[in-house]
């Protein structure tokens, strides 16, 4: 029975630890604004955290026309009209 509560005890600690990582990206995102960008040959994914949301988006740029320039770039000033 012993062990039982062992991995109880440790499964507990590591939720606990996971749930305040959590809090200190949240509050963290309050104050300030972080964006991941991730390429791949199809897509590009997008994270962004500002104001205490999560923002996660997708973008297929296998089909996009070259005049709209980069897809970074589309998704920069799309961020900036939702936000105005």
Same mark, same amino acid.
């Given at each position: ?17 996971? $749930? =305040? ?14 964006? *991941?960008?991730? #390429? ?5 994914? *997008? ?9 996660? =988006?997708?973008?297929? *740029? ?12 589309? *998704? $920069?000033?799309?961020? #900036?009209?939702? #936000?105005?």
């Amino acid at each position: 029975m012993s062990d039982f509560k062992s991995w109880r005890r440790k499964l507990g600690v590591v939720t606990l630890l996971m $749930a =305040c990582l959590f809090e200190v990206g949240w509050v963290r995102s309050r104050y300030t604004h972080d964006t *991941i960008k991730i #390429q791949t040959a199809q897509s590009l994914y *997008i994270i962004d955290s500002h104001q205490g949301t999560l923002v996660v =988006c997708r973008v297929s *740029i296998a089909n996009m026309p070259a005049y709209l320039g980069s897809p970074s770039d589309v *998704i $920069a000033t799309n961020m #900036q009209i939702r #936000q105005s």
